[in-house]
């Protein structure tokens, strides 16, 4: 079993940043695919970075240019960084490893608001 550990959400007014932290409890980075979903209260899950083990790299247009995802194979960690929040970001954050099995941490809330 694999524990993620997310890190990082808070309150924040609009055209702001937050830097999210994902955090392996052991060494399953190399071989996997890691990204950030989000969900809305009433609104269904949704991707919003993902990256390959090989470091391809996918945004929906709504985050394009505004978030960017990153690793570390090294300390099993994924991070998200948002720039220019919108209310519309406003969400609780998941991290999320996944290849043949899916493994979630529990979820950061981030709220955009002023």
């Known amino acids: 079993q694999v524990q993620l550990v997310e890190s990082g959400g808070g309150l924040v007014q609009p055209g702001g940043s937050l830097r999210l932290s994902c955090a392996a409890s052991?060494?399953?980075?190399?071989?996997?695919?890691a990204g950030w979903y989000r969900q809305a209260p009433g609104k269904q899950r949704e991707l919003v970075a993902s990256?390959?083990?090989?470091?391809?790299?996918t945004y929906p247009d709504s985050v394009k240019g505004r978030f960017t995802i990153s690793r570390d194979n090294a300390k099993n960690t994924v991070s998200l960084q948002m720039n220019s929040l919108k209310a519309e970001d406003t969400a609780v954050y998941y991290c999320?490893?996944?290849?043949?099995?899916?493994?979630w941490g529990q979820g950061t809330q981030v709220t955009v608001s002023s």
């Open positions: 999320s490893y996944w290849s043949r099995v899916q493994y």
């Open positions: 990256i390959t083990n090989g470091g391809s790299i």
């Open positions: 052991r060494s399953i980075s190399g071989i996997y695919s």
